[in-house]
């Protein structure tokens, strides 16, 4: 009888133990692909990483170089999109037990920086001496990032060290493994450290305040970061199983709390990113990395992708007042209207690439710290007397109410004179209580 049940048995069980050999060898093998997944995401974020600072560094070098005040606009857009992507991969590398967020402070100052000086007249007001001292600070911090983010580059290539180790020996507080990566980060944040004395400059410093002061005002309750990644592929228009999604917080130090989220698709090298602020939900910038080729669409139609971007998130009465173009792609500055008075505050930048036209850049920050329910006041002045105090030799072609932003950060209600002196356009802002010349700003490129 026992050898009868042996006979069967040992069968049975020499099956049984196959398949669990079997199961236990795919589980490992499934195991194995999480991981060499996880590790080539890990390596593509630190070599892109360190490709776009090497790029980062060159922009810089080049807006300190030129003289055009178009190259420049051109230099200072690249910068703003350059440190979107660095900050995006820094995001997706294994850092959280470092303390990179000097770091990180850096590429979101300089892309604050970039950012709104692109968008002013720097034929009127032009980079000041400050801020090219700032500048030449911004470049050696790109350079010496830039050098240690080579150094442990070929420390990585040559010793084939791996992201996985980095991440467990952290998590474990290891202290017998190849620490090189993560004494690389370390110097960085430190040498990043060093140049927390730098001027950010008075422009940057007054938005910053403002917008310490308004994101205390924003609308809407917290929301959670499942939230945010819902928000986010809302906002472009991608169900969940249509891209790869990550979202993290925002590093300490930034003048307001914000979920980053990095959208890739499987079949793209290029992806999205955006911020969404973690009170209220609100998309305050995005930007498409897809590379943008012949230009196919003119500035007019440019314009209606625009238009139907910002109907369609919501961003109602917006009117465009500048349009540019460069390398085939549009930017366009809307303000939001009230009572057919422009609100300049309440400012929102949206990029229109003219070989597809769809929008691949996005920026609210203005618009989401500064809009908000206003009174508007009663002119004392007419139009008729506040032209009275415009330059007689200014041949005025438009006249509108306009709100704007004085010396001292107040807004102020303006007669907005736009004509031209000769060959050359500007627009007159005068206040519509006293008469008094509040700016005059010397306009380039097509104005509305």
Same mark, same amino acid.
Request: hydrophobic residues 35%; charged residues 30%; negative net charge.
């Given at each position: 009888?026992?050898?009868?049940? &042996?006979?069967?048995?040992?069968?049975?069980? &020499?099956?049984?133990?196959?398949?669990?050999?079997?199961?236990?060898? $795919?589980? *490992?093998?499934?195991?194995?692909?999480?991981?060499?997944?996880?590790?080539?995401?890990?390596?593509?974020?630190?070599?892109?990483?360190?490709?776009?600072?090497?790029?980062?560094?060159?922009?810089?070098?080049?807006?300190?170089?030129?003289?055009?005040?178009?190259?420049?606009?051109?230099?200072?857009?690249?910068?703003?999109?350059?440190?979107?992507?660095?900050?995006?991969?820094?995001?997706?590398?294994?850092?959280?037990?470092?303390?990179?967020?000097?770091?990180?402070?850096?590429?979101?100052?300089?892309?604050?920086?970039?950012?709104?000086?692109?968008?002013? @007249?720097?034929?009127?007001?032009?980079?000041?001496?400050?801020?090219?001292?700032?500048?030449?600070?911004?470049?050696?911090?790109? $350079?010496?990032?830039?050098?240690?983010?080579?150094?442990?580059?070929?420390?990585?290539?040559?010793? $084939?060290?791996?992201?996985? @180790?980095?991440?467990?020996?952290?998590?474990?507080?290891?202290?017998?493994?190849?620490?090189?990566?993560?004494?690389?980060?370390?110097?960085?944040?430190?040498?990043?450290?060093?140049?927390?004395?730098?001027?950010?400059?008075?422009?940057?410093?007054?938005?910053?305040?403002?917008?310490?002061?308004?994101?205390?005002?924003?609308?809407?309750?917290?929301?959670?970061?499942?939230?945010?990644?819902?928000?986010?592929?809302?906002?472009?228009?991608?169900?969940?199983?249509?891209?790869?999604?990550?979202?993290?917080?925002?590093?300490?130090?930034?003048?307001?709390?914000?979920?980053?989220? &990095?959208?890739?698709?499987? @079949?793209?090298?290029?992806?999205? *990113?955006? @911020?969404?602020?973690?009170?209220?939900?609100?998309?305050?910038?995005?930007?498409?990395?897809?590379?943008?080729?012949?230009?196919?669409?003119?500035?007019?139609?440019?314009?209606?992708?625009?238009?139907?971007?910002? $109907?369609?998130?919501?961003?109602?009465?917006?009117?465009?007042?500048?349009?540019?173009?460069?390398?085939?792609?549009? /930017?366009?500055?809307?303000?939001?209207?009230?009572?057919?008075?422009?609100?300049?505050?309440?400012?929102?930048?949206?990029?229109?690439?003219?070989? /597809?036209?769809?929008?691949?850049?996005?920026?609210?920050?203005?618009?989401?710290?500064?809009?908000?329910?206003?009174?508007?006041?009663?002119?004392?002045?007419?139009?008729?007397?506040?032209?009275?105090?415009?330059?007689?030799?200014?041949?005025?072609?438009?006249?509108?109410? &306009?709100?704007?932003?004085?010396?001292?950060?107040?807004?102020?209600?303006?007669?907005?004179?736009?004509?031209?002196?000769?060959?050359?356009?500007?627009?007159?802002?005068?206040?519509?209580?006293?008469?008094?010349? +509040?700016?005059? +700003?010397?306009?380039?490129?097509?104005?509305?």
């Amino acid at each position: 009888m026992y050898t009868k049940v &042996a006979g069967v048995m040992v069968p049975v069980l &020499a099956v049984a133990a196959i398949g669990l050999g079997m199961w236990g060898y $795919q589980e *490992n093998q499934e195991k194995n692909r999480v991981l060499i997944k996880a590790e080539n995401q890990y390596q593509r974020a630190f070599h892109d990483l360190t490709f776009h600072m090497d790029q980062l560094q060159d922009e810089l070098g080049k807006t300190l170089a030129v003289n055009s005040r178009r190259q420049i606009d051109g230099t200072l857009s690249n910068v703003w999109r350059i440190t979107a992507e660095a900050r995006n991969e820094v995001g997706q590398l294994p850092l959280a037990m470092l303390p990179f967020s000097k770091t990180e402070e850096f590429l979101a100052n300089i892309g604050k920086f970039s950012y709104n000086a692109a968008i002013r @007249d720097l034929d009127k007001d032009p980079l000041s001496e400050k801020e090219y001292k700032q500048l030449k600070g911004y470049h050696k911090q790109a $350079q010496e990032i830039q050098g240690e983010l080579r150094r442990v580059q070929d420390q990585v290539l040559e010793r $084939q060290l791996r992201w996985m @180790d980095v991440e467990t020996s952290l998590a474990k507080e290891e202290k017998n493994l190849d620490n090189t990566i993560a004494d690389g980060f370390r110097t960085i944040d430190k040498t990043v450290d060093e140049y927390s004395d730098i001027e950010v400059g008075p422009g940057i410093n007054s938005l910053e305040n403002q917008k310490r002061f308004k994101s205390e005002n924003l609308k809407g309750k917290p929301i959670t970061q499942e939230e945010a990644k819902q928000i986010a592929m809302e906002f472009v228009g991608l169900k969940e199983n249509e891209a790869e999604i990550k979202v993290r917080k925002t590093g300490k130090g930034l003048e307001y709390q914000a979920f980053s989220v &990095a959208i890739s698709k499987p @079949d793209q090298d290029d992806g999205i *990113n955006l @911020d969404v602020t973690t009170k209220g939900g609100h998309v305050i910038w995005l930007l498409d990395n897809t590379q943008v080729q012949d230009a196919k669409l003119d500035l007019n139609q440019a314009k209606q992708k625009a238009d139907e971007f910002l $109907q369609k998130h919501g961003y109602e009465s917006m009117e465009a007042f500048v349009i540019d173009e460069y390398n085939n792609v549009a /930017t366009l500055n809307y303000v939001y209207k009230q009572e057919n008075v422009r609100i300049y505050p309440d400012l929102v930048t949206v990029q229109v690439a003219l070989d /597809t036209g769809n929008v691949i850049g996005f920026q609210s920050e203005h618009y989401t710290f500064s809009h908000k329910d206003r009174t508007l006041p009663t002119p004392k002045l007419t139009e008729a007397q506040a032209r009275k105090e415009v330059n007689p030799n200014l041949k005025i072609q438009e006249a509108r109410l &306009a709100v704007i932003l004085d010396d001292k950060n107040q807004e102020t209600l303006c007669y907005e004179f736009m004509g031209n002196l000769g060959q050359e356009s500007y627009r007159v802002f005068i206040n519509a209580d006293n008469g008094e010349e +509040e700016t005059i +700003e010397k306009l380039d490129g097509p104005e509305r």
